[in-house]
């Protein structure tokens, strides 16, 4: 991959800095209908939906384009857009498996945030083994019954539309009988339950549903190939474009190099201690592992459409990094990381209670990061049995042998 940018990229990431710099929000976007109002913003200038293509309303931008718009974005601590998780990857599933009508009746409206989205795939004994979800699906002729419970549903207090795994027929092996349905979640039959974090927000929730109403026409796929349709979501959860992520890293470093300049202890800047110092410069090695992690996938981007089972070792890269990260932080500001804002962008809305972007919410906030989307445990066993061939079992009788 030729890593240099072209006249082309150099000219559009000079434009971005201009746009940014002349409409970023000077403000807080403390409510949902402002969040909206800068999404939309975003969107009418070509930054949200690039990689979609202009048919379905994106932009058709190259993933060189988009990685330079993040990069702007975290320089200016610009707040993200919303709806990550229907942009991110539900929208790209319902492009690849979806029908001409639901592409034409959903894409659109979920990438100018009139309608957000949620992902209904893990219960209370189905997240590691999602295969074993009991949410079930009944065609009644015209449509489809739903009943059952999902839980940890990011969004889901603010959703419009879920994306839905149900079981459609218990008899065949598990991964067999699991469908992939569009819910809508304002109907009687969806109750929606939040959830209070540890960080004091409710930004996910549990979702009941009762006798709910699935359309057959929002069936995604065939009836039963809902585990496939699965992994091209679960792909594009896990190795979505990092590099703006790592420029956010990058502006908190400086940051925190700037606290242990200044914060004393015994007198003495932290900053002076060369224990400090050394962990500092191993987290900051660590932090241009990242950068070059990121132009991985950058590249592989460049040359295929989709990240694949690789997105894996992304995910499983920069969410171990977030915790040492973030642990390092709080180790070096102690107190003061409550205090502290660490302009750190969370991914998802949170209208609820205006929680501050501090270290220490930003630390809470790391220890998600290695469960969502699949835990790291799992993301090793998917690199060793799809990226690495290693067999599945290993059996005793043939390691002493
Ligand atoms: C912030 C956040 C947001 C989320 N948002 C959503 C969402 O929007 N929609 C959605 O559907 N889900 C969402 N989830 C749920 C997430 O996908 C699950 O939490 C995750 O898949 C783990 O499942 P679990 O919590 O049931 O843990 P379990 O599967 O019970 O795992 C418990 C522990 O056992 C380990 N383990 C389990 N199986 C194995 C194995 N085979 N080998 C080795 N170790 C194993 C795990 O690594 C973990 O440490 C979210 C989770 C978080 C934290």
């Known amino acids: 991959m030729d890593l240099n940018y072209s006249a082309e990229d150099r000219e559009f990431r000079d434009n971005t800095r201009r746009w940014l710099e002349a409409n970023v929000p000077t403000q807080e976007l403390a409510t949902l209908e402002e969040r909206k109002a800068w999404h939309r913003k975003l969107y009418e200038a070509g930054y949200v939906g690039m990689l979609w293509p202009r048919e379905f309303g994106g932009w058709g931008a190259s993933p060189m384009q988009q990685a330079i718009v993040q990069d702007e974005m975290a320089r200016v601590s610009a707040p993200p857009p919303i709806n990550g998780l229907g942009i991110g990857f539900i929208g790209p599933t319902i492009i690849v498996h979806g029908t001409d009508w639901q592409k034409q009746r959903y894409l659109k409206k979920m990438l100018t945030a009139e309608e957000i989205w949620c992902q209904l795939y893990s219960e209370p004994n189905a997240g590691s083994d999602l295969a074993s979800l009991r949410t079930r699906a009944e065609d009644q002729g015209d449509h489809f019954l739903v009943n059952g419970q999902k839980i940890w549903t990011s969004s889901g207090p603010i959703s419009d539309w879920g994306i839905l795994l149900a079981r459609t027929d218990s008899k065949v092996a598990k991964h067999k009988g699991i469908s992939c349905f569009l819910l809508h979640m304002r109907q009687p039959g969806v109750e929606v339950r939040p959830l209070r974090q540890i960080t004091g927000s409710s930004l996910f929730s549990e979702v009941f549903m009762t006798n709910a109403r699935a359309e057959k026409r929002d069936l995604i796929g065939k ?179």
Do not use: C, M
């Open 223 to 401: 009836l039963n190939q809902g585990w496939e349709i699965a992994q091209t979501t679960l792909g594009w959860e896990r190795g979505a474009n990092s590099l703006g992520r790592v420029t956010r890293y990058a502006i908190a470093f400086t940051q925190l190099v700037r606290a242990a300049k200044e914060l004393k202890r015994g007198g003495r800047p932290l900053f002076d201690d060369p224990v400090v110092r050394a962990k500092l410069g191993r987290i900051y090695a660590d932090l241009e592992v990242q950068r070059y992690a990121g132009l991985r996938v950058l590249s592989a981007l460049l040359k295929s459409d989709s990240p694949g089972a690789a997105s894996s070792i992304t995910k499983l890269s920069y969410t171990e990094f977030e915790k040492r990260y973030y642990e390092l932080a709080l180790e070096i500001l102690g107190h003061r990381g409550q205090l502290i804002s660490a302009r750190e962008e969370f991914e998802e809305v949170d209208t609820s209670s205006g929680e501050p972007g501090t270290w220490a919410t930003a630390f809470l906030w790391s220890r998600a990061g290695t469960i969502y989307s699949g835990s790291s445990e799992i993301q090793k066993n998917i690199i060793g049995e799809r990226v690495l061939g290693l067999p599945k079992e290993v059996r005793a009788d043939r390691l002493k042998a």
